[in-house]
């Protein structure tokens, strides 16, 4: 079944600061990371990882689902459990969904697909009880666990070894037990919150999710670390030895991957990567598009989010854009995203869209549209005159655009093409005014958005990713009309996934050269080469490229 806006999909909301990897037929295990496992898959997936230890509860005390999947009402009844805080319990069991199932990390998504009844059966299957359901404050409060959890995981599980008995005992913990210690530790030591009422929530949980010797354990560990903190003496990662070794310490000291580190201290120095770090470690704001194309100007999106009181200002960069500071949950739950009076997008990908710069009556190629984040700006800029082809590979994402142009009333200048990119331009003779090849890549602009990704992310992806990215390049070259401009951008901080990509580009094809995009973006986002950067730390979004190439010949 299509999925639709109201479904409020991930993939939807986060469309422009989201990365996705090519479903690219030639590479098939390129596709597995793409998709979150089926909702139906996901039981079975999380009871495979407790029973690697101790199963949750016996087959016995299993909660029973009725054909149609739902729980029966005596059922409901008989296994709700009020000592249990309902926002932890069901924090737990998106951790679990997020590390076992492949579930998004998505943290607009309180109220959508997956959650609500549907999270119920999966706090019920997982745990094993229901607890009461969540209200707006618990939702705010799941979010920001596992949201926190996630970032954290690598300096969290850092502590929890340094208070286990030995490596091997962390090593074969239950992974639920894990994720209560994580949330525990997480509410301790970065929410600051007052140590003894965590200790208790998180030993109920586990005594009543494992058994009660998990909560003994979870209330020995706890108290370690309270008592650790306390006296100012948490272990520390010593940042000393040679580059390898720092890095390792800055990692876990910042909870990434240690790749990423190294990677980041060689491109950016030392100073720069630990800042960036701590971006991606706090917590994200999102910005708001005002569909013109439903005739809600910026101002009218302002006054409504001013009778809402949601803390916010317009975009010093872009017309219709305003920056969310606090409130984004009321924005959701006040329909206007499910009415497509805005969209949720970052500036990053809106100034991405100004350096194609559409205007009335272009003939316009997006060719990698999907979810349709870029596309759906470009076809308000056309103001009803030109043209859009969007086309992807993934016909669910393709799907998913139509869907939103309709809602948004764009749909009069867009025509979706599910087809392979690179097929697509050998077998057509069209040509283009302008192409924007917005390509998958690693997302390595996005991670404070996308607190799961970064453990996502492995170095190979990136080999691969790049020749994805030249593969695209040729084609999406092959559609551009004499004088005609091709776009290149992606939401990655990597040289390696954007200047590089544009160069080696230029030597395969010198009838392209780079046009300076001071021309339509703000200075302080173009680069000495004249290409398009945000910068995470120094503009306070998404980090993003774009480089603009005139065919001249
Ligand atoms: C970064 S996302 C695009 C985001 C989109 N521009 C937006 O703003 O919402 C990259 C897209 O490329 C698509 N893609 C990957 N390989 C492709 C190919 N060979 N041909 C066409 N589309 C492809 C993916 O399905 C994915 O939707």
Not at 14 to 28: A, E, G, H, M
């Amino acid at each position: 079944m299509a999925a639709t806006v109201t479904n409020f999909h991930p993939v939807f909301l986060l469309s422009d600061s989201d990365s996705y990897i090519s479903s690219n037929p030639r590479k098939p295990n390129f596709s597995k990371r793409l998709f979150t496992t089926s909702p139906l898959l996901f039981p079975t997936i999380v009871s495979h990882a407790l029973t690697q230890n101790t199963p949750p509860y016996s087959s016995s005390s299993k909660p029973k689902l009725k054909k149609t999947g739902g729980l029966d009402s005596s059922e409901k009844t008989q296994k709700l459990n009020l000592q249990v805080s309902p926002h932890r319990a069901v924090a737990a069991v998106r951790l679990m969904r997020i590390e076992f199932g492949g579930a998004f990390a998505d943290l607009l998504n309180e109220r959508g697909k997956g959650s609500g009844n549907n999270e119920m059966e999966y706090v019920e299957r997982t745990l094993g009880f229901r607890t009461r359901d969540l209200e707006e404050r618990d939702l705010r409060m799941v979010t920001n666990i596992v949201g926190g959890a996630i970032r954290w995981r690598k300096y969290l599980d850092y502590l929890i070894l340094s208070l286990c008995h030995d490596e091997i005992s962390f090593r074969n913990m239950e992974p639920l037990l894990l994720q209560i210690l994580r949330i525990g530790f997480y509410e301790i030591v970065k929410r600051e919150m007052p140590p003894y009422a965590v200790v208790d929530e998180n030993v109920n949980l586990a005594k009543f999710a494992l058994r009660p010797g998990a909560g003994n354990m979870v209330n020995g560990i706890l108290r370690k670390l309270v008592s650790l903190k306390d006296n100012d003496s948490l272990p520390v990662p010593k940042l000393d030895g040679n580059d390898r070794a720092q890095a390792r310490a800055l990692a876990t000291t910042h909870s990434h991957p240690v790749w990423m580190v190294r990677r980041w201290t060689k491109y950016l120095g030392q100073e720069a990567a630990i800042k960036l770090m701590i971006w991606n470690n706090t917590d994200p704001s999102f910005s708001l598009r005002a569909n013109i194309a439903k005739g809600l100007t910026r101002e009218d999106l302002i006054t409504k989010l001013n009778i809402l009181k949601v803390l916010h200002e317009p975009s010093s960069y872009l017309d219709d854009f305003v920056c969310i500071r606090r409130g984004m949950q009321i924005v959701i739950q006040n329909g206007f995203l499910k009415e497509g009076l805005c969209s949720v997008q970052d500036e990053s990908a809106g100034l991405a869209v100004s350096v194609l710069d559409p205007q009335p009556d272009d003939c316009i190629i997006d060719c990698c549209a999907a979810p349709g984040g870029k596309t759906l700006f470009m076809a308000s800029r056309l103001k009803g005159q030109g043209m859009i082809s969007a086309i992807d590979i993934n016909k669910g994402r393709l799907r998913i655009l139509e869907e939103t142009a309709k809602l948004q009333c764009v749909d009069s200048v867009i025509s979706c093409i599910h087809a392979d990119l690179r097929s697509f331009a050998d077998s057509n003779n069209l040509k283009f005014d302008k192409v924007l090849l917005d390509a998958p890549c690693s997302g390595l602009g996005v991670l404070s958005k996308r607190p799961d990704l970064r453990w996502n992310r492995k170095l190979e992806d990136l080999e691969e990713l790049k020749s994805l990215q030249d593969e695209l390049l040729d084609a999406a070259c092959k559609l551009v009309k004499a004088d005609g401009v091709l776009v290149y951008s992606t939401c990655s901080i990597d040289p390696e996934e954007n200047e590089e990509r544009v160069s080696a580009f230029l030597i395969r094809h010198p009838e392209f050269q780079i046009e300076p995009v001071d021309r339509y973006v703000p200075s302080e986002f173009s680069t000495e080469q004249g290409f398009y950067r945000s910068c995470p730390v120094k503009h306070s979004m998404d980090g993003a490229f774009a480089a603009r190439l005139v065919r001249w010949q």
